[in-house]
T-cell receptor, first 111, second 113 residues
């Protein structure tokens, strides 16, 4: 049973516009959520995180929103840049040591 | 320095071979992890070491044998693998076992023939 789901395998956005990546989870015990970005032939790179006690965290062009009642989080990238083209993984912590990843969303930024 | 390094980048091995994957970090992190990632799938946790002791084994077959010689190094010894073990093997580290953010290496692409 998949506890972290990213229902959109791919997303295409025009350069300069907002990219919104979505993630749903089923385990109400998750208390920390992270977004990772992955380029081909590289390991995932930590992007931004949010604790379950918050509903928003912002870092430059990246903002993560958490809706605990809906068990939903989203990553907003604005403005989108060509270098943002990558696979984005949502992850949740089941205990501090164990990350559970979603399936990933491939983001393509078009010039 | 926020880098986790892994060697080799690529490895091809037969089912009777013995090989090892190596991971190194110099961030002073005390927790290290092995993940396996198949094509178009998310990374899946295999092992966790905390303060050089194995703390989590996700029911991984014994043909995979982890080792943590010191706080900076993590090895994964491979023996009698199957073709279905072909995957990207990722190493990660975090400040300690209570830290949520994990930092990943580039991975070793393993092919078992």
């Amino acid at each position: 049973d998949q506890q972290v789901k990213q229902n959109s395998p791919s997303l295409s956005v025009q350069e300069g516009r907002i990219s919104i990546l979505n993630c749903d989870y089923t385990n109400s015990m998750f208390d920390y959520f992270l977004w990772y970005k992955k380029y081909p032939a590289e390991g995932p790179t930590f992007l931004i995180s949010i604790s379950s006690i918050k509903d928003k965290n912002e870092d430059g062009r990246f903002t993560v929103f958490l809706n605990k009642s809906a068990k939903h989080l989203s990553l907003h990238i604005v403005p989108s840049q060509p270098g943002d083209s990558a696979v984005y993984f949502c992850a949740a912590n089941e205990g501090a040591q164990k990350l559970v990843f979603g399936q990933g969303t491939r983001l393509t930024i078009n010039p | 320095d926020t880098e986790v390094t892994q060697t080799p980048k690529h490895l091809v091995m037969g089912m009777t071979n013995k090989k090892s994957l190596k991971c190194e970090q110099h961030m002073g992190h005390r927790a290290m992890y092995w993940y396996k990632q198949k094509a178009k799938k998310p990374p899946e946790l295999m092992f966790v070491y905390s303060y050089e002791k194995l703390s989590i084994n996700e029911s991984v077959p014994s043909r995979f044998s982890p080792e943590c010689p010191n706080s900076s190094l993590l090895n994964l010894h491979l023996h009698a693998l199957q073709p279905e073990d072909s995957a990207l093997y990722l190493c990660a580290s975090s400040q300690d076992s209570h830290s949520y953010e994990q930092y990943f290496g580039p991975g070793t692409r393993l092919t078992v023939t």
